[in-house]
């Protein structure tokens, strides 16, 4: 019975080869970018899960109730760590992490490494199992260096590493190492990465942190009794707060801070490890906000539906020629679900298909989704049985939905009907023309939302940042000494090209060692409180990154004096509230500074925020992390190359190379590009689905009217009539689509648009566009069908019957 | 075999209704060859659908061998279409996918026999008709006369104890019509298979040894 079934369905498939084109085309597509969505969202949902810990391992964050609203810190001093050892009940080990690129040599052999300084319980409390070494003393001692496998590799090719002295460079000086350990590699769904691990004593400015309760640098991890949950762990963290963070509640309390209901201003929180890869209090989170994941799987939802979509449409007109087949196997005796279970089959053969062809069509796309939307995917994934099964179930699901509804519909006409042939298209066009609706609403959805982003992104790199971007290169500084970064601003000076040289303690943007900062301050000034934000900078600061002085002057080498001298933007001007800002003395950290010069504001930071206050400290002897060069050539391209080379001939260690800062201001709106390009290909899937789709039922609608097209030409309709008349059923279909979809993409863009602190409005030409696109594609899609009837001889199509 | 007991049927039209049949009694004896006739619209087609458990009556009873069947629920009437009764229909309704054999295969194949019991089956009615070398070919691919002969081979192969054809002839010139004709008749003397035909034509009716004439829902004479 199956084979024939089968049979059945494999010379229909042939017969009408444009359909089963249309349908496979479009599930194969729609079931390989749902698998490469779902395969995503999974991958993100996967962080951590490897961690037995997961559960009890948490991350504490700092969060105050200012006045201005919750403000939220991540790092916490040094001797937190201890206090909440001794004396919060529950808490049972406790690490902080620090750390960053270092270089470490081993012989001639010189690479950088992420090396992370932990503390002696990390490796006990996180799930990286050690190949060779002990895991209770491999971080006993401060000159105790733990690889990863792969590093050790790297390092060490045959050799066995445990017990080889290595060094590493840590701030300016190289520190001897003994490895100890080597752990598994560490997979790459982890949210806590590493290349190497030292002890957190190691930390460059150790003995300035040690036990000072007033800088906090680093986050800190910590590992609770399995019967300790998030809750009454909060709570037992309480007061923790009170006792050693009474300063800061009290300058809390005193600016204004509004108290939670509870009447706290200030609590440390947690995040279990679970939940730190999607959070975004986290350090070690993606920047990936929790309903990312969501919207993959949204997105995969609806491409499919759509596929579905044409899958029902198409069956179901199709099966109405089939009538005489469905009344015939009734009369010789076929049951209802017999019937069903035929048709259903002849779905699950198509969907089959297109599941292979899917796979193939997902292994050959996998590097260039990987390389578009910045994933790290594997087919690797499908070693998991569970999503094996998954797929599997979601697949016979999808076969269900598209199968089962036309079958159980073809199932139950009524015989006699189909035996007479009255059966007729127009029957369930309620049904058919609701789907086309929802397809072209979810196109239209997706089109205005592309459009919005498109034009948000566009806004945000035609916006003026204050700074000049397009001229000014930025080399992270990788640990150079400050020999190499002074024998590079000579040797640089000298270069034709290059108009002015500086330095800062961060960068603009982000470079392309992929970190970004910030360092906030508060001071009281005449009794009131403020907080600014704070840059150490090298002479020539201004001048090269073009920033505009509203009063005063930069920092200048004519006047000695300037290292205790102070340039501020206007919106800390505005706050100081003085009529001249020049000249008036600020303490922040008990050391006075006079401002010198007001400079206009510019964006420092990313444009989801306000411009905040700033200020401006000048130490050409401090740590510049940041190199800017400002060059004016019409050969950008040669000067970069230029700079480079003498940056690494300077500097042989440097890990980053220099870039552009129009580059780094990009790479501020990494997720919101990407988010884009993720919309733009899911609005583009959904159109050309929707299309085909379209396209066949035009085809189906045209074949049922030819005779009625040929009485109205025998009765004298014109050809530009009779196109008006089959399109505009097409159109008012479209056109509720995209009423339907406006107020829905409003809402949401307007909501994704509010994270940004400017933004471009929404305007109403743009849904009246997106309509006139839709109408368009529509128009297009149907007239080569329309227009063929309207043009056919009329003899032809009235012959038939 | 047969008996229809003031079987009326009626389809709702707006707010009232439009009579097909009205009490219509009527009784068929195993191993008659009966033609029903009368003009268009007289309700003949509905008859025989009724005859053939593919409509139900609105009012009335019908025994088939001696049992209620009007009421029947789709299990059991199903099983009446898988063995005891064939259709025979006007534009012949082969499925335009399957080949001949595999047309004529499928009854039994919904009579869940086994693979060789079918394949002798199919071997013996294609025999029978004369048409194994046309066994592989597609319906399109024959003459008109042919599908019916396609058609009726189906129809017979399960053995069923009537045959209903519905103006079995109606789409094939005389010469054709003859053989189908010729056909039935043997079917009926040698095989006695009871026939049930709705038929136009005079000629076609001859075959057959009893007429019911029916006009505007009722059984004249």
Redesign the interface.
């Known amino acids: 019975?199956f084979t024939?079934y089968l049979?059945?369905a494999w010379?229909?498939l042939w017969?009408q080869k444009m359909f089963a084109a249309v349908n496979m085309t479009g599930m194969s597509i729609a079931i390989c970018a749902a698998l490469l969505l779902s395969l995503t969202a999974y991958h993100e949902w996967s962080y951590d899960n490897f961690q037995e810990n997961r559960d009890h391992v948490y991350q504490l964050y700092r969060q105050d109730n200012t006045s201005k609203g919750v403000r939220v810190n991540k790092s916490f001093s040094e001797p937190m760590a201890g206090v909440l050892q001794k004396e919060v009940p529950g808490v049972k080990r406790v690490s902080r992490i620090a750390g960053g690129d270092m270089p470490v040599r081993y012989k001639d052999k010189n690479i950088y490494l992420d090396v992370e300084m932990v503390d002696a319980a990390f490796l006990q409390m996180f799930s990286f199992p050690l190949q060779k070494g002990n895991q209770q003393t491999a971080l006993g001692s401060l000159d105790q260096l733990v690889l990863t496998q792969k590093t050790a590799e790297v390092l060490f090719h045959q050799e066995n590493p445990v017990g080889k002295a290595v060094e590493v460079k840590i701030g300016d000086n190289w520190k001897p190492f003994v490895v100890s350990a080597v752990t598994d590699n560490i997979p790459d769904n982890s949210s806590i990465t590493f290349e190497a691990l030292a002890r957190f004593e190691n930390v460059e400015d150790y003995s300035n942190i040690r036990d000072n309760w007033n800088v906090s640098s680093y986050p800190l991890m910590v590992q609770v009794e399995p019967a300790l949950d998030a809750a009454a762990f909060n709570k037992s963290l309480l007061p923790v707060a009170h006792k050693y963070l009474a300063d800061l509640i009290s300058s809390l309390k005193s600016t204004g801070g509004i108290p939670d209901k509870d009447g706290e201003l200030l609590r440390i929180n947690s995040i279990a490890l679970k939940d730190v890869h999607l959070s975004p209090y986290s350090t070690f989170g993606s920047g990936l906000r929790s309903f990312y994941p969501w919207m993959m799987l949204m997105l995969a939802g609806l491409i499919i539906g759509i596929a579905c979509i044409n899958f029902i449409n198409l069956s179901i007109a199709r099966s109405f020629t089939r009538g005489?087949?469905i009344?015939?196997?009734?009369?010789?005796?076929?049951?209802?679900r017999?019937l069903m279970l035929q048709f259903w089959s002849e779905a699950f053969l198509l969907c089959f298909v297109s599941l292979i062809v899917s796979l193939l069509l997902a292994v050959v796309l996998l590097p260039y989704y990987n390389a578009t939307f910045q994933h790290q995917l594997s087919f690797q994934l499908f070693h998991n049985g569970w999503i094996v099964l998954g797929t599997a179930l979601g697949f016979f699901l999808v076969t269900l939905l598209a199968g089962g509804y036309p079958a159980w519909k073809i199932a139950r006409v009524n015989?006699?009907q189909v035996?007479k042939?009255k059966l007729s298209l127009n029957r369930g066009s309620g049904v058919r023309n609701g789907l086309i609706v929802f397809q072209f609403m979810v196109a239209a959805l997706l089109i205005s939302c592309t459009a919005v982003v498109w034009q948000q992104m566009n806004f945000i790199r035609a916006t003026p940042l204050g700074y000049n971007t397009a001229q000014v290169i930025s080399i992270p500084a990788d640990n150079a000494s400050p020999q190499s970064r002074i024998a590079f601003r000579n040797k640089v000076a000298s270069e034709p090209s290059v108009e002015s040289v500086t330095g800062s303690i961060l960068n603009l943007g982000i470079g392309k060692d992929g970190s970004s900062g910030n360092w906030t301050r508060g001071f009281d000034y005449k009794g009131g409180h403020l907080n600014t934000q704070c840059i150490v900078v090298d002479y020539d600061y201004a001048k090269t990154l073009d920033l505009k002085l509203v009063a005063g002057r930069d920092f200048s080498r004519q006047y000695g004096t300037d290292s205790a001298g102070v340039v501020i933007n206007e919106q800390l001007a505005r706050q100081l509230n003085e009529k001249e800002p020049l000249g008036v003395i600020l303490n922040p950290g008990g050391q006075p500074y006079h401002v010198i010069g007001v400079v206009k504001d510019y964006h420092f930071e990313s444009l989801h925020k306000k411009i905040e206050p700033l200020m401006i400290t000048m130490d050409p002897q401090s740590r510049m992390n940041y190199l800017f060069v400002k060059v004016n050539t019409n050969h950008p391209a040669a000067a970069m190359e230029r700079i480079t080379a003498i940056w690494k001939e300077v500097n042989p260690l440097a890990k980053n190379d220099p870039g552009f800062l129009d580059e780094n201001t990009d790479r501020m709106y990494r997720q919101e590009s990407r988010f884009s390009k993720i919309f733009m290909s899911g609005a583009v899937l959904a159109i050309v689905i929707s299309c085909m789709g379209l396209f066949a039922i035009a085809v189906l609608v045209m074949a049922q009217r030819r005779k009625e097209i040929g009485i109205r030409k025998v009765l004298g309709a014109s050809v530009g009539s009779i196109v008006m008349l089959l399109s505009r059923d097409f159109l008012k279909l479209v056109l509720i689509a995209v009423l339907v979809a406006t107020p829905i993409s409003w809402y949401l863009m307007q909501r994704w648009l509010n994270g940004f602190a400017f933004h471009v409005e929404i305007h109403w030409w743009l849904f009246a566009s997106v309509c006139l696109l839709a109408v368009v594609i529509a128009l297009a899609t149907t007239s080569l069908q329309t227009v063929r009837a309207a043009l056919s001889n009329p003899a032809d199509s009235l012959k038939i019957d | 075999m047969i008996q229809l007991q003031k079987i009326s049927k009626h389809y709702p039209v707006g707010f009232g209704k439009n009579e097909i049949l009205k009490d219509v009694d009527l009784t068929i004896e195993e191993g008659e060859f009966v033609s029903i006739m009368g003009p268009s619209g007289s309700g003949k087609s509905t008859l025989l659908h009724i005859l053939g458990l593919l409509e139900e009556p609105s009012a009335g009873q019908y025994l088939f061998q001696g049992e209620r069947v009007d009421k029947m629920n789709e299990k059991k009437r199903t099983q009446l279409h898988r063995g005891a009764i064939g259709f025979v229909f006007q534009a012949y309704h082969l499925i335009d996918e399957l080949t001949v054999y595999e047309n004529i295969e499928t009854p039994l194949l919904y009579k869940s026999l086994s693979g060789s019991e079918r394949k002798s089956k199919v071997a013996d009615v294609l025999d029978r008709f004369n048409m194994v070398a046309k066994k592989d070919l597609f319906p399109n691919q024959l003459s008109g006369g042919q599908q019916q002969l396609v058609g009726i081979a189906r129809a017979i192969v399960a053995e069923p104890r009537v045959i209903l054809a519905d103006e079995p002839t109606g789409n094939l010139h005389s010469d054709q019509a003859k053989v189908i004709m010729e056909l039935f008749k043997q079917l009926n003397e040698q095989d006695k298979i009871t026939i049930i035909q709705v038929t136009h034509s005079d000629l076609n009716a001859t075959y057959g040894n009893r007429i019911i004439q029916i006009r505007d829902g009722h059984i004249q004479g």
């Open positions: 019975m024939s049979k059945i010379r229909n017969k005489s087949e009344g015939l196997r009734k009369a010789l005796g076929a049951m209802d017999q015989i006699i035996l042939g």
